[in-house]
């Protein structure tokens, strides 16, 4: 068996869960982290890509390439590379089909906390 040559697109290409595969407990779990729900909301107030550079996250270059990961894998998240830059994007129209009413359902809550909280 001759190993696969791999074109330099291939190296840079993600996995992502097919929406079939997306579960349940592994979107709780990923949205249960602080870091990550901080993560999902600005993706949600934003409505658009942003790139992993423009978040301003409270852990190291490391934790956050993690949290990323963790995101993508969930299927919470889309990434893709243009240029240098990782954007990342919500699956919202996905979740919300496998899932109806849950991310919009989180999302209030954490925001509802955060006024608790003062923030």
């Known amino acids: 068996m001759t190993p696969r040559a791999q074109t330099p697109?291939?190296?840079?290409?993600?996995?992502?869960p097919a929406a079939?595969?997306?579960?349940?407990?592994?979107?709780?779990?990923a949205l249960a982290?602080?870091?990550?729900?901080r993560i999902v909301r600005a993706l949600a107030a934003s409505g658009e890509e942003m790139a992993c550079s423009l978040f301003d996250l409270p852990v190291s270059?490391?934790?956050?390439?993690?949290?990323?990961?963790?995101?993508?894998e969930s299927g919470l998240i889309s990434q893709n590379y243009r240029g240098t830059a990782k954007m990342n994007a919500l699956r919202r129209d996905e979740l919300?089909?496998?899932?109806?009413?849950?991310?919009?359902?989180?999302?209030?809550?954490?925001?509802?906390?955060?006024?608790?909280r003062g923030g």
């Not at 079939?20 to 779990?29: D, F, N, Q, T």
Request: charged share 35%; hydrophobic share 40%.
């Open 9 to 16: 697109n291939a190296a840079r290409e993600l996995e992502h």
């Open 61 to 72: 270059k490391s934790t956050t390439t993690h949290h990323f990961r963790v995101l993508r």
């Open 96 to 116: 919300e089909r496998l899932f109806p009413g849950l991310l919009d359902s989180v999302l209030a809550a954490a925001a509802r906390q955060e006024e608790r």
């Open 20 to 29: 079939r595969e997306i579960r349940l407990e592994e979107v709780l779990h």
């Open 33 to 37: 982290d602080p870091v990550r729900l």
